[in-house]
Each structure stands twice: as C-alpha cells, then as structure tokens.
C-alpha cells in the first residue's frame, strides 16, 4: 500500500487571519490542523514560515539576535509589505523612522528603555486615575437596553487612558481613534487602493498633530508623558526628536485597538461562559488571573514576526538567513503540549504563561496598562451589570488579518 503523504491544511498564511471569512470568524479549528499537520509551515508564495507549536515561537520570539525590521526579510516576501508601510508614507521614511516596534540593535536598546521608564512611572503615577476612568465610561454606559458594548465601553476605555497618559487632548479622542484606525492598516500588509489612502491620511494627521503639541511642550510643560520624555532630552537623554514623535504616536496606535479587543473579548466570553462570570463575580481577586485567561484564549493579536538573521533549524526545518518567520500566537497559546483542555475557557487554571504579549526584548511595552484596564473592566462591568446577556443578534469580528477583535457585541443591560 502507498504511504499516505501529508500535505499541508493550507495554501497561505493569510488562510489562517480575519482576511479569511472562515478563520475570521473562528481562527481556532484551522490553526489546530496546522498545528497538528504541519506546525513549521513554509508559505512559498509569501516566503514566510509560519510557527504554531508554543515551543517553537517561545524559542524565536525570546532571541534577541534575530532581525525585527522587515526591510531585513527576502526580496518579495510577504514580511516585506509591512516595511513598504509603517508610520510614514514613503519607504524611506519608514526604513529611516522606525517605531521600536520594527527597531533592532543597538537603536532598540537605546531607545526603547527610557521610553518604557517613562511610560511605566507615568502609569504607576496615574493608577488610581486609569481605574477612574474605567469606571466613569461604564458608569456612562446605557442603563439599560439593548446597546453596542464595543462603542459604548471597549472603544472608549483605552483611548481615553493613553490619551491622559501621553497628554493629548481628551476632546478631540474621536479623531484619535479614527486616525489610529486608518493608521493601524500598515501592519495589514494587503490593502486595498481606499486602505492605502486612508492609512497615509491617519499617519499624516498623527504626525502633524504630534508635531505640534511635542514642540508646544518644550516651552510649556505639562504633567505629561510628552513632557516626561521632552524634558529627559534636554537633560542629555539620547533620543531624537523624531523617535520621541515616532514612538509616542506608537504608544496611541498600540494601546487602542488592541486593549478594546482584549476588554470586548473577555466580555464576549464570559457572556457564552456564565459559569466563569459567576466565578469572577463571586471573588473579584480572580481579577488577574481573568485577564490572563482570556489573554491565551481569545489573543488579540494573532501574530508576531522575526526575520532569521543565521543559518540554523527551527523545529528540525533547516533556515537560512532573511527569512522572514510568522509565529502563530493564536495556535500557540492553545497548544495541547503546554495547556491542559486548551480549548477550554477556565480563570482558575494553573498554567497561564501564554504568549499573547510576544516575548524577548520586543515584548508588549503596554502590557502593564493593558492588565490594570481590563482588570478593573471586567470587575465594573458586571458589578453594574449583574445581569447582563448577550442579545439576539450576531457579533461581528474585525476583518483586520492578524488581529482578532469585535466589530459589533450587542448585549441587553
Ligand atoms: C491586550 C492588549 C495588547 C496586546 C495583546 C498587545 C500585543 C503585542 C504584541 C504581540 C507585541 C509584539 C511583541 C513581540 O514581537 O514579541 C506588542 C508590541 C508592542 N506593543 Fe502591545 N499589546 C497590547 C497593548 C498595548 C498597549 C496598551 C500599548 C501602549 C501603551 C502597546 C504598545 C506596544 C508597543 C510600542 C510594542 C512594540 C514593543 C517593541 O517592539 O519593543 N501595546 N504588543
């Protein structure tokens, strides 16, 4: 009889993000096969390895000695689309203005640890005023009815947060969000001729503003996360007036639409599991633990990548340098090798060291604001609404590749 060969459960990466129908709606089942079946995946019209198993993308995510920038990734691959984008609207630019996002050594290790100072004294300073905050959008929330809870509470949490930290205006939120949006489709890679314009406008307006209000700053100084980092380079602190720019506008970008998916998935979950919310609502210490939870089982963010920078294997496939690796986030915080029942949501489980923040020197910097936000949200959530369900509508998840977040989440108050 002819050995059976095993062929991989799809044709491109792209297959298992919200730019599939199917994966949008549940990426779970086909990164399961991928996992299984083939879990160091070569996409060869992309020239990208995609990695599922948790071993694999805790081993490439952590070392620091490969490449972040995509610009260092192969001729035509898919990782290259991401440096033709970015914060700017040439490549050049991008290439020249790197957020630490995309950074590598020695910049990232410069410019990254004042920032993360800065941005960690500035969320312990305003702790008390974050959960303040968290309260105030719930406590503003409908009453009662039949309501959008991502409009209502998930968006306006986290914009309104990074806007008290960083020391933007609170009026103008609306536009921050809409330009972080529009700004956000550089890490689509594949966009459309409207995407394209209106990620450019986003990132011109961001600019402009940053622009501005940072120059302002520097003849008057605020109790600000600008003024912080303004100050600290008129005290020898070697950052550029263009990093400073580049990287406040990530932390904008960064804490929006990535904390709205976490609070708006959590909600969604345990909606669909009423054991786990009486559970968190009999003990709020469970808080954290919570958070972590719906952090490895419903991830916000799909991905993180690397480009190899030697020749060396990854899970015994052999990889040359410039090749460019995606690591499956989804797929590995539900490995069965690492997480018992991984399919299963449960705030009380043990082992909760999931990859949802990435790892290594780029992991998440917001992580921390990320934690205290959907902590005291799931808590006032329930408390303000013992009873609430979802109601009779669909949800609509995000098509953004990659990302993994609600468009649309009706619940009846
Ligand atoms: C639930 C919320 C969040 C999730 C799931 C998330 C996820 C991630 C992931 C996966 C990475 C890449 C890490 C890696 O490649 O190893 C990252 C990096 C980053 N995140 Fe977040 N993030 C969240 C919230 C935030 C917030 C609140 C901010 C800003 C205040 C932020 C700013 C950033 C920045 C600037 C980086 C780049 C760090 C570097 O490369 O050194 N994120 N995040």
Redo the contacts with the bound molecule.
């Keep these: 009889m002819e050995e059976e060969t095993k062929s991989a459960p799809i044709n491109s990466v792209m297959e298992t993000s919200a730019f599939d129908p199917k994966a949008r709606d549940n990426p779970h089942p086909i990164l399961k096969d991928v996992q299984s079946q083939c879990p160091v995946y070569r996409d060869e019209d992309g020239k990208i390895w995609l990695l599922s198993k948790y071993e694999n993308v805790r081993e490439i995510?952590n070392d620091r000695s490969l490449w972040?920038h995509p610009a260092n990734a192969e001729e035509g691959s898919f990782m290259r689309l991401f440096a033709t984008s970015g914060d700017q609207n040439t490549d050049e630019r991008v290439a020249d203005r790197p957020?630490?996002?995309?950074?590598d050594d020695p910049d990232?290790s410069r410019v990254?640890p004042p920032?993360a100072k800065a941005?960690y004294a500035r969320i312990n300073k305003k702790k008390g005023e974050i959960e303040h905050i968290v309260n105030q959008v719930i406590d503003a929330a409908p009453s009662s009815g039949i309501f959008n809870i991502i409009d209502d509470i998930c968006i306006p949490i986290?914009i309104l947060v990074?806007a008290r930290?960083i020391g933007v205006e609170e009026s103008r939120v609306a536009e921050f969000r809409e330009w972080s949006e529009a700004s956000i489709l550089s890490l689509a890679a594949i966009r459309t001729p409207e995407q394209e314009e209106r990620m450019k406008w986003g990132s011109d307006k961001l600019a402009e503003y940053f622009h501005a209000l940072i120059a302002e700053r520097r003849t008057a100084p605020a109790d600000d996360l600008i003024s912080d980092l303004v100050q600290a380079q008129q005290e020898g602190l070697d950052l550029t007036d263009d990093e400073i720019e580049v990287?406040l506008i990530?932390?904008?970008?960064?804490?929006?639409l990535?904390?709205t998916?976490?609070i708006g998935n959590g909600t969604w979950l345990f909606l669909t599991h009423p054991d786990q919310k009486a559970v968190l609502m009999k003990d709020a210490s469970l808080a954290p633990a919570a958070v972590e939870e719906v952090?490895r089982y419903e991830?916000?963010?799909g991905?993180?990548?690397?480009v190899m920078s030697e020749e060396r294997a990854v899970g015994g496939c052999p990889m040359k340098p410039h090749e460019g690796m995606m690591?499956s986030?989804h797929a590995a915080n539900r490995d069965p090798d690492v997480f018992d029942n991984p399919d299963q949501f449960d705030i009380t489980r043990k082992h909760t060291s999931h990859?949802?923040?990435?790892?290594?020197?780029?992991?998440?910097?917001?992580?921390p604001?990320?934690?205290i936000?959907?902590q005291q949200a799931f808590v006032k959530i329930f408390e303000r609404y013992p009873t609430l369900r979802l109601a009779n509508r669909a949800v609509k998840w995000r098509d953004l590749p990659f990302f993994r977040g609600l468009e649309e989440l009706w619940v009846e108050g």
């Design positions: 995510v972040r957020s630490i996002l995309f950074m990232h990254r920032i941005l986290p990074i930290l990287n990530g932390l904008l970008i960064g804490g929006n990535t904390t998916d976490l952090l991830s916000p963010v991905i993180t990548t690397r690591m986030l990859v949802a923040f990435g790892g290594g020197a780029h992991i998440c910097i917001g992580a604001l990320a934690r936000e959907a």
